[in-house]
């Protein structure tokens, strides 16, 4: 039996281990180039993962953690108080109260505790010089209280009895004779209020012939409690005017009242006022009847109160010729 023949063992040359190296590379190419788009998308969302896992949770940094709720907080600042703005009568210093029994409140309309000296609405009488004086105004003291008087007012809700009033105890200012005043105004853009008489029940005075007529004088007195500071121009005015018995408004001239005109102090002072007002009572064209009209004009800011008191009108003509 003869031995198989083996083959001589050979050993690579370096040529042809290049060679298969190249060959191999060759081939490793043309698989990448021709490998499905689908693997390697599969590649991307395989390795995705594991980028994030990579980190890890501890890896990444923590959430800041809040400030315990048992931290001491800063005290926080008082609230200052709002402050709303009414249409009641501001309060003035105080000052004792002068009357020996209290008087009521702001809103009192009750009638005085005593009766009043009446006012000048006697008969006209001739005085000596032959003149016959009369007083037109009823109630002119206000001390019977809000009547004789009608009120327009721009401020809503507001009534006669809160305009003529006694004071408010222990405040100025006080009346400059009796119990009652009366009061206009306290508000702001450009709101007008009125006070006429003769009022209700609704009548009106008629007119004197020019002929007959002496002299008419309308005399008040008046104070104020304002913020306005005066500056040469009238702000809040109070002026009397005369109205036909067609609304015809004729203002009084030379007859307004502001911070112009009293000046301020605390306590308020109450300064007399007389007008010559012949010219507004006697009949022209349009005019056979009449009424006197308080008006208080607020402008658009500073609110103002206007005070009255003691308002009187009184007429003076000729006797009338004895009949022969």
């Known amino acids: 039996m003869s031995q198989p023949t083996q083959r001589p063992r050979t050993t690579p040359t370096p040529r042809t281990i290049v060679g298969a190296l190249f060959l191999a590379l060759t081939a490793l190419a043309a698989a990448r180039h ?11 969302r395989v390795y995705l993962p594991l980028v994030v896992r990579a980190v890890g949770r501890d890896a990444l940094p923590s959430a800041p953690t809040a ?8 005290p926080s600042a008082t609230p200052s108080p709002i402050v709303l703005r009414t249409n009641t009568p501001p309060t003035a210093t105080s000052t004792p109260d002068v009357t020996s029994s209290p008087t009521p409140g702001v809103l009192s309309t009750e009638p005085p505790t005593e009766q009043p000296t009446p006012t000048a609405t006697a008969l006209p009488s001739p005085t000596a010089d032959g003149r016959v004086c009369r007083e037109m105004m009823s109630n002119g003291d206000f001390e019977k209280g809000p009547t004789e008087w009608d009120l327009e007012s721009g401020f809503r809700a507001r009534t006669l009895s809160q305009i003529i009033r006694k004071p408010e105890p222990n405040t100025v200012p006080r009346p400059t004779w009796g119990a009652y005043f009366a009061s206009l105004g306290g508000g702001d853009n ?37 913020d306005e500071t005066p500056n040469r121009r009238d702000d809040d005015t109070l002026q009397p005017v005369f109205v036909s018995s067609d609304g015809l408004e004729e203002a009084v001239a030379n007859a307004i009242m502001s911070e112009e005109t009293v000046p301020k102090a605390n306590p308020p002072v109450w300064k007399h006022f007389v007008w010559d007002v012949s010219r507004y009572v006697v009949v022209r064209p349009g005019w056979d009847k009449f009424q006197l009209r308080m008006k208080s004009k607020m402008n658009a800011t500073i609110p103002t109160w206007h005070y009255m008191d003691e308002i009187s009108l009184i007429v003076c003509e000729k006797p009338v010729p004895a009949e022969r």
Do not use: Y
């Open 34 to 44: 021709t490998r499905p788009i689908a693997a390697q998308a599969d590649k991307v």
């Open 190 to 226: 450009d709101v007008t209020e009125t006070l006429t008489h003769p009022g209700r029940p609704l009548r009106a005075w008629t007119t004197i012939d020019t002929s007959r007529l002496i002299s008419a004088s309308l005399s008040m007195d008046f104070t104020m409690l304002t």
């Open 67 to 74: 400030a315990p709720a048992t931290a001491t907080s800063a």
